[in-house]
């Protein structure tokens, strides 16, 4: 199998899910799509507690002692959040999104503030839960290892589903962040290429449950509960891996 197919097939199935969604959107009063939205926020809350739960993987405990994950899971988000705050990566995201809506959407003067604001949500959102998950990770290092593309399938089939709804609820905007998917898998495809071997076990779950712990984070936005800047906590997904094995090392 060629690497980066995974990434082919997942792109598409988010193209068609936004189109069919943009097409039911149209047909959907207001009270409908806001009802999908929450649908998704809850279903989204779920799977973020299922993966936040490898906090518990024994590998990860073996490797750093009983009582360091949840440390380590503390950290990495602090760490992460002071960084991308730094960064400004969620003005910048928000940033791309608004870019888009002008060039896909044509002009805000038009289009409503309303419009522009529910183009750009869309985008963000979007891009945050097709690419936080760990089978976006797991998935495409294994696809540039050479050990095919199983997991990005099933994202595949997942990620279209979900994009039919939020674009339904959002707009193009779900189907203008298939850009975003490209660079971050296909960026870890090549990843996978140069690494020649997956995360140890330890690094792997540290990873997961840290990006558990981001994707509540983003199903609090979908439920309007609090607007969290996720992208801006996006670094801690590199800082868990490192400060395991930083943990482990000196333990």
Same mark, same amino acid.
Request: hydrophobic content about 55%; overall charge neutral.
């Given at each position: 199998?060629?690497?980066? %197919?995974? %990434?082919?097939?997942?792109?598409?199935?988010? #193209? /068609?899910?936004?189109?069919?969604?943009?097409?039911?959107?149209?047909?959907?009063?207001?009270?409908?799509?806001?009802?999908?939205?929450?649908?998704?926020?809850?279903? %989204?809350?779920?799977?973020?507690?299922?993966?936040?739960?490898?906090?518990?993987?024994?590998?990860?405990?073996?490797?750093?002692?009983?009582?360091?994950?949840?440390?380590?899971? #503390?950290?990495?988000?602090?760490?992460?959040?002071?960084?991308?705050?730094? /960064?400004?990566?969620?003005?910048?995201?928000?940033?791309?999104?608004?870019? /888009?809506?002008?060039?896909?959407?044509?002009?805000?003067?038009?289009?409503?503030?309303?419009?522009?604001?529910?183009?750009?949500?869309?985008?963000?959102?979007?891009?945050?839960?097709?690419?936080?998950?760990?089978?976006?990770?797991?998935?495409?290092?294994?696809?540039? @290892?050479?050990?095919?593309?199983?997991?990005?399938?099933?994202?595949?089939?997942?990620?279209?589903?979900?994009?039919?709804?939020?674009?339904?609820?959002?707009?193009?905007?779900?189907?203008?962040?298939?850009?975003?998917?490209?660079?971050?898998?296909?960026?870890?495809?090549?990843?996978?290429?140069? @690494?020649?071997?997956?995360?140890?076990?330890?690094? #792997?779950?540290?990873?997961?449950?840290?990006?558990?712990?981001?994707?509540?984070?983003?199903?609090?936005?979908?439920?309007?509960?609090?607007?969290?800047?996720?992208?801006?906590? #996006?670094?801690?997904?590199?800082?868990?891996?490192?400060?395991?094995?930083?943990?482990?090392?000196?333990?």
């Amino acid at each position: 199998m060629i690497p980066g %197919t995974g %990434t082919a097939v997942n792109a598409a199935a988010v #193209l /068609l899910g936004a189109t069919l969604g943009r097409v039911a959107g149209n047909r959907l009063p207001e009270r409908t799509r806001a009802l999908v939205t929450d649908g998704l926020g809850l279903v %989204t809350l779920l799977i973020a507690g299922t993966s936040a739960m490898a906090v518990l993987d024994p590998e990860l405990a073996g490797a750093v002692g009983d009582s360091a994950p949840l440390l380590i899971v #503390l950290g990495s988000v602090l760490l992460g959040g002071i960084a991308g705050s730094l /960064l400004r990566l969620e003005q910048r995201v928000e940033s791309v999104g608004a870019w /888009l809506q002008r060039r896909l959407a044509g002009d805000p003067a038009q289009t409503g503030h309303a419009e522009r604001r529910r183009f750009v949500e869309g985008f963000v959102v979007s891009s945050l839960i097709f690419c936080t998950g760990p089978l976006t990770i797991l998935g495409s290092l294994n696809d540039g @290892l050479g050990h095919g593309a199983d997991e990005l399938y099933l994202k595949s089939a997942l990620d279209g589903f979900a994009a039919i709804a939020f674009a339904a609820a959002f707009g193009w905007g779900v189907a203008a962040s298939v850009i975003t998917l490209v660079v971050i898998q296909g960026g870890l495809t090549l990843v996978g290429l140069a @690494l020649g071997d997956v995360l140890p076990a330890a690094e #792997l779950a540290a990873l997961t449950a840290t990006g558990g712990l981001l994707l509540i984070g983003v199903a609090l936005r979908l439920l309007a509960i609090r607007p969290i800047a996720v992208a801006d906590l #996006l670094p801690a997904l590199a800082v868990a891996p490192a400060l395991t094995a930083l943990v482990a090392h000196f333990r």
